[in-house]
């Protein structure tokens, strides 16, 4: 079964950082593009961040220059550091595989960022 | 706002068809033949539903089906369950910049 497992949230102060992972299974991690999409409280998906399987790197305006995002194959992992968190940022963050068309699918479970004071 | 303009809400009967748009521009739904549309129950991740415009991931129901005009995407559920009651997302590429624009989403409640 293929399976993505997000981690890493919780709350922060404005202006300060967070790491996320994601770990995948039953899949060959390093075959596939992988992406974060983010869906703050009561709203819709918003994509955050993207990476090919070469390590090619893809942003949203709205993260570009604070968040990083990155992959370990060999951990079958990927992770999101985040910095200068704003109020805005607050949201589900889900881990998800890209497909050929632009899809994506599977999803994590997602893990809940709060940045509050 | 989000890039790509949805209805915010939609109802059926159990047993009715509806569709619900998926609207968009000539830079993104209607420059590709990649739209997919997602589900999503209250609390849960959301779900693929259809991809590249028409086609069904393995395990959907063939009571999902989606379609494109022009800078228009549609999605279309036949024979309504109560379980098809979501929250409902269309989404297109975009471009190697933007990449992937999101629709606002849709409710479905089954009456």
């Known amino acids: 079964e293929v399976q993505l497992v997000e981690s890493g949230g919780g709350l922060v102060q404005p202006g300060g950082s967070l790491r996320l992972s994601c770990v995948g299974s039953?899949?060959?991690?390093?075959?596939?593009?992988m992406h974060w999409v983010r869906q703050a409280p009561g709203k819709g998906l918003e994509w955050v961040s993207g990476?090919?399987?070469?390590?090619?790197?893809y942003y949203s305006d709205s993260v570009k220059g604070r968040f990083t995002i990155s992959r370990e194959n060999s951990k079958n992992s990927m992770y999101l550091q985040m910095n200068s968190l704003r109020d805005g940022d607050t949201a589900v963050y889900y881990c998800?595989?890209?497909?050929?068309?632009?899809?994506?699918?599977?999803w994590g479970q997602g893990t809940l960022v709060t940045v509050s004071s | 706002q989000s890039a790509l303009t949805q209805p915010a809400s939609v109802s059926g009967s159990p047993g009715q068809s509806i569709t619900i748009s998926c609207a968009g521009t000539?830079?993104?739904?209607?420059?590709?033949?990649?739209v997919s549309w997602y589900q999503q129950h209250a609390g849960k991740a959301p779900k693929l539903m259809i991809y590249?415009?028409?086609k069904r991931p393995s395990g959907v129901s063939n009571r999902f089906s989606g379609s494109k005009s022009g800078n228009t995407a549609s999605l279309t559920i036949s024979g309504l369950q109560a379980e098809d009651e979501a929250d409902y997302y269309c989404?297109?590429?975009?471009?190697?910049?933007?990449?992937?624009?999101f629709g606002g989403g849709t409710r479905l409640t089954v009456l």
């Open positions: 998800t595989r890209g497909g050929s068309g632009g899809e994506f699918d599977p």
């Open positions: 039953g899949f060959t991690f390093r075959s596939y593009d």
């Open positions: 990476i090919g399987t070469p390590g090619d790197t």
């Open positions: 000539n830079s993104d739904v209607g420059n590709f033949n990649l």
């Open positions: 590249e415009v028409n």
């Open positions: 989404c297109s590429y975009a471009g190697s910049r933007i990449f992937v624009v």
